[in-house]
């Protein structure tokens, strides 16, 4: 069974740093594009960054461009987030999520989330 | 990066069919056929239902068919039930940087 994990989540002052991992199992990790995707109380979702099986195709929602980082390490299983620079905007719950291919196609499956909330 | 358009709301009794609308640009859901759909009921995470357009994952009813047309694409749910009611998003492949852009979502109420 495909399970996706979030942790890293908890509350945020502006201006500061937070980082967010993704622990997967359940499928080889290695084939597949992962993503973040967020959705901010009682709002839709919003695609925010990802990254190609490989490492070498990223992306990012222009709101995070130059804030946010996305990595993977394909030995651990683990998908990440590096969070900087925060908002009051960014303030959220963050969705892991599997790719449906290896480059781009579908978001397949998410994890349960992990909250991130404005301390102010 | 702007988000695809969709209705905020639809209605449908039970046995009915409804179709959301998504629209979008010739650089996102008109220039591939990577649209999909996604069903979220509330404090839940979403659950893929229509990927490639048209394709449903395993597991997910027939009722639920997806197609495009130009830059808009259509979800139709047939044969309406209660356990349908929850958000859908559409969501479409938008190129090498921007990967994917989400739709405003539609909130499906059964009747």
């Known amino acids: 069974e495909v399970q996706l994990v979030e942790s890293g989540g908890g509350l945020i002052q502006p201006g500061r740093s937070l980082r967010l991992s993704c622990a997967a199992s359940g499928f080889i990790f290695n084939d597949f594009a992962m993503h973040w995707v967020r959705q901010a109380p009682g709002k839709g979702l919003e695609w925010v960054a990802g990254i190609s099986w490989n490492g070498n195709d990223i992306g990012y929602v222009d709101s995070v461009k130059g804030r946010f980082i996305i990595s993977r390490d394909n030995a651990k299983n683990s998908l990440f987030l590096q969070m900087n620079s925060l908002r009051s905007e960014d303030t959220a719950m963050y969705y892991c999520?599997?790719?449906?291919?290896?480059?781009?196609?579908?978001?397949?499956?998410y994890g349960q989330g992990t909250m991130v909330t404005d301390s102010s | 990066q702007s988000a695809l358009t969709q209705p905020r709301s639809v209605s449908g009794s039970p046995g009915q069919s409804v179709t959301i609308s998504c629209t979008g640009t010739?650089?996102?859901?008109?220039?591939?056929?990577?649209v999909s759909w996604s069903q979220q009921y509330p404090g839940k995470a979403p659950r893929l239902i229509i990927y490639?357009?048209?394709k449903r994952p395993s597991g997910v009813p027939d009722r639920f068919s997806g197609s495009k047309s130009g830059n808009t694409a259509s979800l139709t749910i047939s044969g309406l039930q209660a356990e349908d009611e929850a958000d859908y998003y559409c969501c479409s492949y938008a190129g090498t940087y921007s990967f994917y852009v989400f739709g405003t979502g539609t909130k499906v109420t059964v009747l």
């Open positions: 010739s650089s996102d859901v008109g220039g591939y056929n990577y």
């Open positions: 490639d357009v048209s």
């Open positions: 999520a599997k790719d449906w291919r290896s480059n781009y196609g579908a978001l397949h499956i």
